[in-house]
């Protein structure tokens, strides 16, 4: 497709499961970035990959949240150990880099029982 | 560091009549600024940015933002709602471009009564 792709569109698991969450990036775009956006929060900044500098992972909230990039295209962004207030929904967006206009995806929608 | 403050977070506004979604920022560089748009159950979307360039910045859909450095603001405007343009805005600071990640607001959600 010719936007930013994201599975499962909703994803719903109990506390202590393990979940991960894929985005498929527009091609061609060299930056990825995921976010976290909870009911009533302006979206959080989690991680950060352009290219094939290192990612800057500053805003993972926990070292239960890890992401890769495999091959400068897909992203797992991956949960350990889930708590419920991991439920949110996460975003994923692309760029070509240098222009600041960020591509984003519908989200996937994750809910921890 | 940066920061934005939605001065708002609920505007309703009636079909027809002008539009003001306040937005003021903060930062250590001259920033880059963004107004993006999320529709219900879709994707953001962005509305126009400011990079340093002409200070009324116009977007798409009619909207536009002027950025007042006296006043640290980038307040979002449009002359005349339309229903479609019930959504949530979010207003966004960078550092200056080539250093990407972007810090949003919390959003004002734009309601517009027919």
């Known amino acids: 497709g010719a936007g930013v792709s994201q599975s499962p569109s909703n994803k719903v698991t109990e506390k202590g499961k393990d979940v991960e969450l894929r985005c498929d990036p527009i091609?061609?775009?060299?930056?990825l970035y995921w976010y976290r956006q909870s009911l009533g929060q302006g979206l959080e900044f989690l991680i950060y990959f352009q290219g094939n500098s290192a990612p800057d992972k500053s805003g993972l909230p926990s070292d239960r949240f890890s992401a890769e990039r495999t091959g400068g295209s897909v992203s797992t962004l991956t949960i350990q150990r889930t708590q419920q207030e991991d439920s949110a929904v996460y975003l994923c967006?692309?760029?070509?880099?240098?222009?600041?206009?960020?591509?984003f995806g519908e989200g996937s929608r994750l809910t921890v029982l | 560091a940066q920061s934005v403050t939605q001065l708002d977070s609920h505007v309703s506004v009636s079909e027809g009549t002008p539009v003001l979604l306040r937005c003021n920022y903060s930062?250590?560089?001259?920033?880059?600024l963004f107004w993006y748009v999320q529709h219900p159950n879709k994707g953001l979307q962005l509305l126009l940015k400011?990079?340093?360039?002409?200070?009324l910045v116009k977007g798409i859909n009619g909207f536009e933002a002027e950025f007042k450095k006296s006043e640290t603001s980038f307040h979002l405007t449009k002359p005349s709602a339309h229903m479609s343009d019930a959504a949530e805005y979010f207003c966004v600071v960078s550092a200056p471009l080539g250093n990407e990640k972007l810090t949003f607001g919390t959003g004002t959600r734009l309601t517009i009564i027919p």
């Open positions: 930062s250590s560089y001259s920033p880059s």
């Open positions: 091609s061609g775009h060299t930056a």
């Open positions: 967006a692309s760029s070509r880099g240098g222009t600041g206009e960020l591509f």
């Open positions: 400011y990079t340093s360039a002409a200070t």
